[in-house]
């Protein structure tokens, strides 16, 4: 069962992307914590437990499963299943373990769903930007490989556990998806050892397991143009969260244009979030059960835009949507026990700002 408890805007608040804040409260040995650098983000875990060496192993459980995801399915390393996936499929058909054949059934739905929102063949271009370097696929090469962006080029057999490319330049990258799944399997870790209490966070998409002993917890959404300030907190219990946006990696052009890595699997490029345009998004968190579905869902709805994004959540049982859109106004689904337009006047602990342009 999930819970939310409204939304509390924070100005001048630390700096936090989807992170949990610690309540106020008296010190206690019995809360453990770590974080560590796996699969190219920042992956922390906070759990309850009475015996200091159980939980120090626990989170090591939960760290060499990070580890071990990362191993498998970053197609950044030359001997993941993904990459030899990426070598081979566009030759002949490759055989998938369980895991991977589960991931890319999950992600062939989603793009069922969202009208090819969400499709993992963004890789085709998208592994020709870099964005510590600055580097972006040209014109040239954008037309020559957009044809290879298609997910129905995923010839997936499910029964079998088979994949072929149909598209002889199409690559995968489950990089929408990979890091829900992970925080989904290092609460099942923490879970099946009896742990009540614990959060977990890779990146933008966390998970909790149960409440902060009798807290709910409090996560912070990250003001998308200010480090410094969260556009709002919002207390959850038993829930995942994931959270989109084009502020994490990004750089900006010689036209001074945003490029970040959420690619329109229609145009082969970054969405657009120009702010001529109030339907673009520039961070989306969707809250659910699972961070097997809250993170493709954020990658979908950032994607679609601010209408048909939310109208696809309204639709889905289970889940709801936190938005600020390019204008930097906040927007919510229906479900949220929140005005879905708000008052920018004095918000209270049940409100929060319609607009939050950062203070000067």
């Not at 696929?137 to 010839?155: C, F, G, S, V, W």
């Not at 689904?333 to 950062?358: K, V, Y």
Request: glycine residues 8%.
């Amino acid at each position: 069962m999930q819970k939310t408890h409204g939304a509390v805007i924070c100005r001048g608040a630390p700096y936090l992307f989807v992170w949990l804040l610690l309540l106020a409260s008296t010190a206690s040995a019995e809360w453990h914590y770590e974080k560590q650098a796996i699969m190219g983000t920042e992956v922390s875990v906070q759990l309850w437990h009475e015996d200091e060496k159980k939980a120090q192993e626990l989170i090591g459980q939960v760290m060499a499963e990070f580890h071990r995801l990362d191993g498998e399915l970053s197609p950044f390393k030359e001997n993941s299943e993904l990459s030899r996936v990426n070598r081979g499929a566009g030759k002949q058909t490759v055989t998938l373990s369980s895991e991977l054949a589960a991931l890319i059934d999950k992600s062939l739905w989603y793009s069922e769903q969202t009208g090819g929102a969400f499709d993992i063949t963004f890789a085709s271009l998208g592994k020709h930007y870099d964005f510590r370097k600055h580097q972006r696929a040209d014109n040239q090469l954008t037309e020559k490989l957009l044809p290879a962006i298609d997910y129905h080029h995923l010839r997936f057999n499910k029964a079998e556990n088979t994949l072929h490319f149909a598209h002889p330049d199409t690559s995968i990258d489950l990089g929408g998806i990979a890091k829900g799944y992970s925080v989904d399997r290092a609460i099942h870790i923490l879970h099946k050892a009896g742990v009540c209490c614990a959060s977990v966070s890779a990146g933008g998409d966390a998970r909790m397991l149960g409440d902060k002993r009798g807290q709910p917890w409090l996560v912070g959404i990250r003001h998308p143009r200010d480090k410094g300030k969260n556009a709002v907190v919002i207390p959850l219990e038993n829930t995942a969260i994931s959270t989109s946006g084009d502020y994490e990696r990004y750089f900006i052009d010689e036209g001074e244009a945003r490029v970040h890595h959420i690619f329109n699997p229609t145009t082969g490029m970054p969405t657009n979030t120009d702010d001529t345009d109030s339907d673009k998004l520039i961070s989306v968190s969707i809250i659910g059960p699972r961070g097997f579905d809250t993170d493709p869902l954020s990658t979908s709805v950032f994607v679609l835009g601010k209408a048909k994004g939310l109208a696809l959540i309204d639709r889905l049982p289970g889940f709801e949507a936190v938005v600020i859109d390019s204008r930097k106004r906040l927007f919510f689904s229906r479900g949220l026990d929140i005005p879905r337009h708000s008052s920018t006047e004095q918000p209270s602990a049940t409100q929060t700002a319609n607009q939050i342009t950062p203070e000067t």
